[in-house]
């Protein structure tokens, strides 16, 4: 009798019951006001011939992106989720009922990916036009920047996504920065506006190709979304290449990166034009350079510090800012590495539903979905919510009392009725 009290009460505090029910009818005003529901129901016209079932594919797609909103481990969960919670029925489109775990894994192993990616592509224009891409409360730097403020800071970077070749034969090997070994696993390419904590740009490769090869493709996919060229990029060393930075010189796009040491030879030095200035106890060596296969000269900027035997070195085509400025115009890449641990630690990237790389395709667009939509969701809230991280703030949606309250019943500004005229 005892037994049967403590599961009836373990049943009422289970995150998946109904203790949560109404959170989890929270997602579909998450939906609602950051137009993902429409953007689905647009997208979805398209493949409407191609999908003849009892239910529906949005609400698989809806489901999985609910997944990873808050924060679930397995496709087993959600099924489980599902099948007990109303709520999470009716945000995800289920009217009818959960699928079946089997009819789930055949979606997602079938699912298509030129309607999922479509999906995305869109919920970024979604940003661009509610103003995300233009917010600099994320930056430090930007009002130091002067006739360069309008301009958006983005990073481009690359994780490779290491798996189980045994789980997922069709795997190849990429060198992994965090062991500093050859991983099976995906190279994941991303570009990220520092001024809104935003994702501009998606690609996603075999491990095996080298990040460096979808530089071009990020920047015009960033370019296209923001609706400008008034970029300066953050970028680290594995984009180095100095006919891409000449490139970026006539296509005036500004760019912060490293210098590698091999870059000095045949360069030409100018040491006469070399000035130096100390700040915060470290001495800066600003002068010019020009490499090998360029025509435009460039920053040259060295940081001395006393305990370090190499200066470290940075290359940019600013040339009027001050020098700490462009220093610290480059420690601004850092949120999209914040990205990257986001997405593997609190969004289930490193925890695939399916073993196909179909599948496994579909798995990384849906977690990048969910991120992006949290990232609108946050812009529109604004306040305080803007000043948290994403962790905090999928906290927060999670066990916030106040943001329940706003997801029940949301204050004018981010009624869905109300965007739809900016929107569409």
């Not at 609910?66 to 489980?80: A, R």
């Not at 289920?94 to 979606?107: K, T, V």
């Not at 390419?189 to 935003?198: E, R």
């Amino acid at each position: 009798m005892v037994c049967i009290l403590i599961q009836e009460l373990n049943g009422y505090i289970d995150r998946n019951s109904f203790a949560l029910i109404s959170r989890y009818a929270g997602l579909k005003r998450i939906f609602d006001v950051t137009s993902l529901d429409k953007t689905i129901h647009k997208c979805w016209k398209e493949e409407l011939d191609r999908y003849k079932k009892d239910y529906s594919v949005k609400g698989e797609l809806r489901s999985i992106i609910g997944m990873h909103v808050y924060g679930m481990d397995s496709v087993d969960e959600l099924h489980e989720a599902l099948s007990t919670n109303r709520g999470l029925r009716h945000s995800c489109g289920f009217m009818g009922g959960a699928p079946s775990r089997s009819q789930m894994s055949r979606d997602i192993n079938s699912m298509d990916l030129g309607f999922v990616i479509t999906v995305f592509n869109e919920i970024r224009h979604i940003a661009r036009k509610l103003g995300v891409y233009k917010r600099t409360e994320y930056s430090d730097v930007i009002d130091e920047l002067n006739e360069l403020s309008d301009h958006l800071l983005i990073s481009i970077d690359a994780t490779l996504l290491v798996l189980n070749k045994g789980l997922f034969p069709f795997l190849k090997k990429g060198f992994c920065t965090l062991t500093g070994k050859q991983e099976f696993g995906i190279r994941i390419n991303v570009g990220h506006c520092i001024n809104a904590d935003s994702t501009t740009a998606l690609s996603i490769t075999d491990a095996n190709i080298h990040e460096t090869n979808e530089f071009e493709k990020l920047v015009t996919q960033t370019i296209q979304i923001c609706r400008t060229t008034n970029l300066i990029l953050v970028i680290d060393k594995g984009y180095y290449d100095h006919i891409r930075f000449q490139r970026l010189c006539n296509a005036r796009l500004f760019f912060v990166t490293p210098r590698k040491k091999y870059s000095l030879n045949k360069a030409v030095l100018y040491p006469d034009e070399d000035v130096e200035k100390t700040v915060d106890g470290k001495r800066i060596v600003d002068g010019y350079i020009t490499l090998t296969d360029m025509k435009n000269r460039l920053r040259w900027i060295r940081v001395y510090e006393e305990d370090k035997e190499e200066p470290f070195e940075l290359l940019t085509n600013i040339m009027d800012l001050p020098p700490e400025v462009i220093i610290a115009l480059y420690g601004e890449r850092w949120p999209i590495e914040l990205l990257f641990k986001d997405v593997k630690q609190n969004f289930g990237l490193k925890q695939p539903i399916g073993r196909t790389m179909n599948a496994l395709l579909f798995h990384i667009y849906a977690v990048f979905i969910a991120y992006l939509i949290l990232q609108i969701f946050r812009h529109l809230l604004g306040g305080v919510y803007t000043e948290m991280s994403m962790l905090m703030f999928i906290r927060a949606i999670q066990y916030s009392d106040d943001l329940e309250m706003i997801l029940r019943k949301p204050p004018p500004f981010i009624l869905a009725e109300e965007k739809e005229e900016q929107i569409w």
